[in-house]
Nanobody
Framework: QVQLVESGGGLVQAGGSLRLSCTAS????????WGWYRQAPGKQRELVAV???????NYADSVKGRFTISRDNAKNTVYLQMNSLKPEDTAVYYC?????????????????WGQGTQVTVSS
């Protein structure tokens, strides 16, 4: 099991910045990828950013150049630095830990989620 606790959300004006944190505990050494997702009211949950093997990052087109995902292994924490925030970034942000286990005859995937943290950007 993996437990994820997010923090850092809040209310900010357009153009401002926030940093989200996700602290992990439990069986984290088998996690392959760490990510941030978001879900706005009436919309599906979408991937914002992901970091794999501790160094490879990918971002949604809508946040490229504004958001940065990083991981501090010593603190078991994943961060999402969000700059130049826009009202359309308003959503509940969720931390995700993804595990993929490859066996000779099958694969097993498992996702763990945090409780979510609200980010509201006012215009």
């Amino acid at each position: 099991q993996v437990q994820l606790v997010e923090s850092g959300g809040g209310l900010v004006q357009a153009g401002g910045s926030l940093r989200l944190s996700c602290t992990a505990s439990g069986d984290i050494f088998t996690i392959n990828a760490w990510g941030w997702y978001r879900q706005a009211p009436g919309k599906q949950r979408e991937l914002v950013a992901v970091i794999t093997h501790g160094v490879t990052t990918n971002y949604a087109d809508s946040v490229k150049g504004r958001f940065t995902i990083s991981r501090d292994n010593a603190k078991n924490t994943v961060y999402l630095q969000m700059n130049s925030l826009k009202p359309e970034d308003t959503a509940v942000y969720y931390c995700n830990a993804h595990r993929l286990r490859i066996y000779t005859d099958h694969e097993e995937e498992q996702d763990y989620w945090g409780q979510g943290t609200q980010v509201t950007v006012s215009s």
